[in-house]
Structure formats: structure tokens, C-alpha cells
């Protein structure tokens, strides 16, 4: 599956979610992972296209299957799970995916909300290439409030620095209300995501002003100034810097996983995966608010749109979701041919 030839426009095919899962799951069987793996990151990713995330649906295919081949990542790591203390869980990862680790200390990580009130789960030796509400959402659908954190590739320049340091460092949050989906917001804390660069790159689209540099660290609108040497600039100047400072510390030194500019991928033509760390902390509500959380957080939904607010975090999602269950999930046409093409 190669990239595509830019500002060409293709139509769109339409594939039914559970399709789509088995289609990527034989995908990554095929490229080397472990069908529990490739069962994980298959609904991951069908999750993200199906919710119109598309820098992390197909989009990201190529990338999985290059780094695969390039043996950055083991496609096959089964996660070590260590029950440090009553609120904590680590998770070495072994060079693998971050959801297989995810996956693999959940049930202890909810036990642990569930007795203590707050648990955390720190992941390290991990590869996370996926959005990150998919790992926060199903927590606050069982009731449960839950943040991540996790830590990319050196592509963002501090604020007030000279060149590029953090990595594009995303934070979700998902927490229950009553009567609706649980809130849930995700965001890179750059200006704009590394893959919805690559994106505008391959459309030949121009990006909106502030959201990067060229290689001589001027502002540039071009995405592929700034894939070429050029850089990211945090949202909302020194407030998003500080915020991807802190998700290094928390994904990367609170777990034991590499800072964004810690490792070095040079050896492994192909590798796309940062090789970092993940926090995520999952609160059970019902310890202090008793189960009044979820009505008081659909009081704060009803004050915001009573305030005159259209959109909340998550609703373009959930919209784009009901529509994919109705008529299938829209896809590229050319993206789904590559996909089956892989398994011929
Ligand atoms: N694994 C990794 O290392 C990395 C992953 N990523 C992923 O990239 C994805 C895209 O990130 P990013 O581009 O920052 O996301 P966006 O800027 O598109 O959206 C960020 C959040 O804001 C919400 N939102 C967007 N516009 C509005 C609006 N007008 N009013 C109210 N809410 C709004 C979105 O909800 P909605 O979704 O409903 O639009 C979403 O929850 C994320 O899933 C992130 O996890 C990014 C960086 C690194
Ligand atoms: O879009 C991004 O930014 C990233 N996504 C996956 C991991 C690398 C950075």
C-alpha cells in the first residue's frame, strides 16, 4: 500500500464496520503481528475511520506495515503486567503496541478504580500510532472518568525555543453523563496533528496560518516545508507548551518510556511508530460525588448549551459514527483497493 499521488481526488467506496475490522485484522496478521494484536489495532483503527478520525484510520496503514517490516517494532510482544501497589499498574510492553498493553492490564486497572477510588496505569517500551479517545471512552461508558497521556516524536518546537524538542503529544479525557454518550474530548497539544500535515501534504492543501515552520524556522503555510525539515508549533503559544511538557514528563519519565527526542529510529527505514510511553488514570466518581457525577455532569452540558453552545467535544464523532452504522463507514475508494490488494 503506497502513498497517494497528491491533489488527486477519488470517490468513495462504503464498508461495514465489522468488514472493516476483519479486513485490517488479516492485514496485520499477514504483516506480522500476533492475531491478538492485530485483533486490538484492527478495531482501533476501523474505530477512528468509522468516527471520521481520519489521520488515524486507513490512513495510517502504510506506516503500521512499513514499521512492521522494518523490525522497530515487535508485532508479536506480549505485555508484562506488574501490580506495583494498590492505585498502580505498570506495563511493560516489550517493544510492542500500547493497546495490547492497555488491553492487557484493564480489568486490574478498573478493580483497582473500583476498591481504591483512582488507579493509574503507567505504560512504557510502547508504540502508540492511534488517536487516543479509543483508550478513555469505553471507561466512561462503564461509569468511570479517565485521562491519557502519550508522548510522540520530536516534531513540535517549544515555545520559545529555537527547534523542535516535544512530540505531538496528545491528551484525552472521557467522562460519564446521563443522558448521552460519555463527554469526551482528544487533542494534540501541537497546533495541528503530524498526520493531518501529511494529509494536506498528499491533497496539496495550503495548512492555516501559526501551525508550523519551515526548515529555517520561519512561519510557513506549506505542509511540506514543514514535513521537510521544517516543524510544528504548539497550540496557544506558551499554554499548549507547557501542557505537552507536561504530557513528556507524565507519558515518558513518570513511566519509565523515552522522552519524543530520546530515541533514534535512523537503523529503520520505514519506522513511523514513536517508541514512547502512555499514562492513562481511571477515577471511579461514585467515591466522591456518590451517583449524582453523571447528573451533574449533564447539568454542565445543559448550562453550555443553554449558553448558546452548538458543539460539544465528541458530537461531530458521534454524528459522523450513527452515520457510518447507517450507510457504512465512507471511505477512499483507492485506499480500500491498496487494502485488499494487500491480501491477494
Ligand atoms: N498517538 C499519538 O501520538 C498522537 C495521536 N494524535 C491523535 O490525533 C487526533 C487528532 O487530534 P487533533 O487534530 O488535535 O484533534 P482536533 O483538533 O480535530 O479535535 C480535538 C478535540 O476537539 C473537539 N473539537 C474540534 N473542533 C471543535 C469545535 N469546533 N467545537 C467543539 N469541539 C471541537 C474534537 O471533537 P470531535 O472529535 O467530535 O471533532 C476533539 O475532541 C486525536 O485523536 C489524537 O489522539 C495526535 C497526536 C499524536
Ligand atoms: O498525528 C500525529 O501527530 C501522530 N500520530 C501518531 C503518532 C505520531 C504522531
Known amino acids: 500500500m503506497s502513498a497517494q499521488s497528491p491533489t488527486v481526488a477519488h470517490p468513495s467506496a462504503f464498508i461495514r464496520f465489522n468488514d472493516l475490522v476483519g479486513l485490517l485484522q488479516t492485514v496485520f496478521v499477514r504483516h506480522g503481528t500476533s492475531p491478538e494484536v492485530a485483533r486490538l489495532l484492527a478495531h482501533n483503527c476501523a474505530s477512528a475511520e468509522r468516527d471520521g478520525a481520519h489521520s488515524h484510520g486507513i490512513f495510517r496503514i502504510p506506516g503500521y506495515l512499513s514499521t512492521l517490516a522494518s523490525g522497530w517494532v515487535d508485532g508479536k510482544?506480549?505485555?508484562?503486567v506488574d501490580d506495583v501497589a494498590s492505585g498502580f499498574v505498570r506495563v511493560d510492553a516489550g517493544n510492542g503496541f500500547a493497546q495490547p498493553a492497555l488491553a492487557?492490564?484493564?480489568?486490574l486497572l478498573v478493580d483497582k478504580a473500583r476498591n481504591a477510588g483512582i488507579a493509574l496505569l503507567a505504560i512504557h517500551n510502547s508504540h502508540h500510532f492511534a488517536a487516543l479517545w479509543p483508550d478513555v471512552e469505553p471507561f466512561a461508558e462503564e461509569g468511570l472518568v479517565a485521562l491519557s497521556v502519550v508522548n510522540s516524536m520530536t516534531c513540535v518546537v517549544p515555545h520559545g525555543a529555537d527547534r523542535p524538542l516535544f512530540g505531538t503529544n496528545p491528551i484525552a479525557f472521557a467522562a460519564p453523563r446521563a443522558d448521552g454518550p460519555p463527554i469526551v474530548f482528544d487533542l494534540a497539544t501541537s497546533a495541528i496533528a503530524h498526520g493531518d500535515v501529511q494529509i494536506a501534504a498528499r491533497k496539496g492543501e495550503r495548512l492555516p496560518p501559526g501551525m508550523g515552520v519551515d526548515s529555517l524556522g520561519q512561519p510557513t503555510e506549506d505542509p511540506k516545508a514543514v514535513l521537510e525539515g521544517?516543524?510544528?508549533?504548539?497550540f496557544g503559544g506558551h499554554k499548549g507548551s507547557a501542557l505537552s511538557m507536561m504530557v513528556e514528563l507524565l507519558a515518558a519519565a513518570l513511566t519509565g518510556g523515552n522522552f519524543s527526542f530520546e530515541f533514534n529510529w535512523a537503523d529503520h527505514p520505514g519506522a513511523r511508530t514513536p517508541w514512547t510511553g502512555q499514562l492513562l488514570i481511571v477515577i471511579d466518581p461514585s467515591k466522591t460525588a456518590g451517583q449524582s457525577f453523571a447528573e451533574r455532569s449533564q447539568e454542565l452540558v445543559r448550562q453550555m448549551h443553554a449558553a448558546g453552545l452548538r458543539r460539544l467535544p465528541g458530537d461531530r464523532r458521534?454524528?459522523?459514527?450513527a452515520k457510518s452504522d447507517e450507510q457504512g463507514i465512507e471511505v477512499d475508494a483507492h485506499e480500500l483497493a491498496q487494502l485488499r490488494e494487500l491480501l491477494l
Open 77 to 80: 510482544a506480549i505485555p508484562v
Open 104 to 107: 492487557a492490564a484493564r480489568s
Open 230 to 234: 521544517g516543524a510544528l508549533l504548539p
Open 318 to 321: 458521534h454524528r459522523t459514527r
